[in-house]
Nanobody, 131 residues
């Protein structure tokens, strides 16, 4: 399984970016039952969960710091995860990573509690800079 992020860049505060994560190597049925997430990390700091979605439907999660500004979604037909980021702030600056793990239900996805250690597959990241 490979995850490839794109869409990062530099924007001014108040701006917007849309991140995408394309997965390959997934069997379709596996994709439709996966817990997918966006994490972010600054150098020397722990990886932080930003948003999580169960691709089979029924569960999404947002960190308090991004609620109302970010939106996670997926296109099952294209095996693509997106993160729409609006009203960006300086503190959103970080490397953003896409992550995935197969999950049999939304309850299982929820129980992972957005912990980085629970996710098996990771992309290499895309840099977001707000200044």
């Amino acid at each position: 399984v490979q995850l490839v992020e794109s869409g990062g860049g530099s924007v001014q505060p108040g701006g917007q970016l849309k991140l995408s994560c394309v997965s390959s190597g997934y069997v379709y049925n596996s994709w439709s039952g996966s817990c997918m997430a966006w994490f972010r990390q600054l150098p020397g700091k722990e990886r932080e969960g930003v948003a999580v979605i169960y691709t089979g439907g029924g569960y999404t999660y947002y960190a308090d710091s991004v609620k109302g500004r970010f939106a996670i979604s997926q296109d099952n037909a294209k095996n693509t995860l997106t993160l729409q980021m609006n009203s960006l702030k300086d503190e959103d600056t970080a490397m953003y990573y896409c992550a995935a793990v197969r999950a049999r239900s939304s309850s299982v996805c929820s129980a992972l509690d957005g912990k980085p250690s629970a996710f098996i597959y990771w992309g290499l990241g895309t840099q977001v800079t707000v200044s």
